[in-house]
């Protein structure tokens, strides 16, 4: 693969599950047809996910056989996301986004500089745990989850990522579409 134009973007949304990162990936690609890179999971699919559009969805052992340029274990699955899908993406588009976790982000970061742009959602604990019961996550696990070290840790900005990330408190959607636009003119994707 190539060295990536200059103008290329990786727009990565990072915050903790359930403070409407994938919401806003969408929302991206309906309204300014920037693309989701789709990552890995040994995670099983929620009701209503789809192979090859939300998740590939992988066993262990199909995990292992890919290559990635970064992954992680999060609440008890492994996740990972691969470089050449995102230089795929990269040869059609201009921009694209990734959701991840905030080690994830880190490692966008750190690899990209100022082609990865960071934005964190902040949502609070009472409020992104409704979120989650009401999307229909079985009790058990969100209960696993919002215990889980991964959850707490992603609750606030990394201090790899202090000053080098937008941060967005998603209380209202509307709102944050605004904020997501403004990040978007910013950086003069949009
Ligand atoms: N501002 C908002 N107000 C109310 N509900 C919201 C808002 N933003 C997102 N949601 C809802 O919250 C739930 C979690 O959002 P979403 O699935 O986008 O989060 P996520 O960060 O991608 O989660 P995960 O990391 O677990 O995949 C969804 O049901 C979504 O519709
Ligand atoms: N670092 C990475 N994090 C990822 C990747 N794909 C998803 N994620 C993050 O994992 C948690 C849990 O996701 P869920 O779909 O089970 O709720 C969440 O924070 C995702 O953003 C990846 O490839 N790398």
Known sequence: MGVPRMDKKIIVITGASGTGKTTISKHLQNTYHIPSVITHTTRLPRDGEKDGIDYYFETKDSFLKNHYLEKVEYSGHWYGSSEESLN?????????????????AISYKEKYGKK????????????VTQRLSQRGDDKDRLKMRI?????????????????????????????????????LKSEEIK
Do not use: H, M
């Open 116 to 127: 990865a742009v960071v934005i964190f959602l902040r949502v609070d604990l009472e409020t």
């Open 147 to 183: 215990n889980s070290e991964e959850f707490r840790r992603d609750l606030e900005i990394p201090a790899e990522l202090q000053g080098k990330c937008y941060e967005i408190t998603n209380d209202n959607i509307e709102n944050t579409k605004k904020n997501v636009n403004k990040v």
């Open 88 to 104: 795929k993406t990269w040869e059609e588009y201009d921009a694209a986004s990734i959701v991840v976790d905030t080690q994830g």
